[in-house]
T-cell receptor
């Protein structure tokens, strides 16, 4: 069975500095991997997805993630944080087309200081 | 606008009430989901509908009853809820045929008093 671990429950950065949100996964297959963002009192929005094409995936709002099979990691990065990036971020692993084969991480809360 | 609309946005109900949450998607997706999001807990999948049929059912209490009359609409009927059922209820949709991710609605914030 697949699993996903977000290594930090909270990350705090200053505006204009890089962002790194860490995610490790476990899967018996070649999974699909996703990052979602949730702003307060909103639903989740898809940031980017990896589905066995290029290992470096670019998403919306300047975010990108690199799939590293040898390290079973899918870390999310952004070169320069903006105040509007403050939100909760979820890493997701999926071995199938939705439902109970899709597992959400516990989330990482990103704080951005002025 | 995300393409998935949930109503109401906020709901306060007593433990003896009956209410329903509504979800509507305009994306042409053929799978829809109900998730429960509680403070300090991972997202919990409650129900999955694929091609309008319930295909998987987690161990959700019977006081939650889903309904999917067509591929665009999903309901969650609530009755005799408990205070611990207070949470954000999220609806999502996707294509069954390929794993391109979900589109979520903004959720219904439910408070049981």
């Amino acid at each position: 069975a697949q699993s996903v671990t977000q290594l930090d429950s909270h990350v705090s950065v200053s505006e204009g500095t890089p962002v790194l949100l860490r995610c490790n996964y476990s899967s018996s297959y070649s999974p699909s991997l996703f990052w979602y963002v949730q702003h307060p009192n909103k639903g989740l929005q898809l940031l980017l997805k990896y589905t066995s094409a290029a290992t470096l995936v670019k998403g919306i709002n300047g975010f990108e993630a690199e799939f590293k099979k040898s390290e079973t990691s899918f870390h999310l990065t952004k070169p320069s944080a903006h105040m509007s990036d403050a939100a909760e971020y979820f890493c997701v692993v999926s071995e199938g087309t939705g439902g109970f084969k899709t597992i959400f991480g516990a989330g990482t809360r990103l704080f951005v200081k002025a | 606008e995300t393409g998935v609309t949930q109503t109401p946005r906020h709901l306060v109900m007593g433990m003896t009430n009956k209410k329903s949450l509504k979800c509507e998607q305009h994306l042409g997706h053929n799978a829809m989901y109900w998730y429960k999001q509680s403070a300090k807990k991972p997202l919990e999948l409650m129900f999955v509908y694929s091609l309008e049929e319930r295909v998987e059912n987690n161990s959700v209490p019977s006081r939650f009853s889903p309904e999917c009359p067509n591929s665009s609409h999903l309901f969650l009927h609530l009755h005799t809820l408990q205070p611990e059922d207070s949470a954000l209820y999220l609806c999502a949709s996707s294509q069954v045929s390929a794993d391109y991710g979900y589109t979520f609605g903004s959720g219904t914030r439910l408070t049981v008093v």
